[in-house]
């Protein structure tokens, strides 16, 4: 089996309730990363839900919430053929974490397909996240 993760950290003073804001509101996640088109929450933002994600570069995909601890974490996770990518966002003591991580057979397809272009993408998609909560900018729920 293959495995492949690449994480992303960075410092904020933002409050954990103002990035729990940005993450929690499904909608809006397209206007902190520049890599989803769009993305939808199919019922409430807590665990065994489903989210769905139109990549910028990809097909439409859904994705289990596998663990939600709001002002903490959450993870999703999606089952492809062969491989699961797992999402992992943290935040803890301001310092905000998203971690990738891909297991199975095709995750050497699924990295060169867009593993490395999320890997590009998520230093910004956090810095951006982080000026959101930090200049206090709202999201509308939609």
């Given at each position: ?26 909608d809006s ?114």
């Amino acid at each position: 089996m293959f495995y492949w993760t690449f994480e992303e950290s960075a410092t904020t003073t933002a409050s954990p309730e103002a990035i729990w804001e940005l993450w929690s509101n499904v909608d809006s996640w397209s206007k902190w990363d520049c890599g989803v088109k769009w993305a939808k929450l199919e019922t409430t933002f807590s665990q065994g839900e489903y989210i769905s994600i139109k990549p910028v570069n990809g097909p439409k995909v859904r994705c289990l919430l596998e663990e939600v601890t709001p002002f903490k974490s959450f993870t999703t996770r999606n089952n492809l053929p062969f491989t699961t990518i797992i999402f992992r966002h943290q935040i803890s003591n301001g310092v905000i974490t998203h971690k990738v991580e891909m297991r199975g057979f095709l995750t050497p397809l699924f990295k060169r397909l867009f593993g490395k272009e999320t890997q590009r993408e998520l230093p910004q998609a956090i810095r951006t996240l982080i000026d959101m909560a930090e200049n206090n900018t709202k999201t509308t729920k939609e």
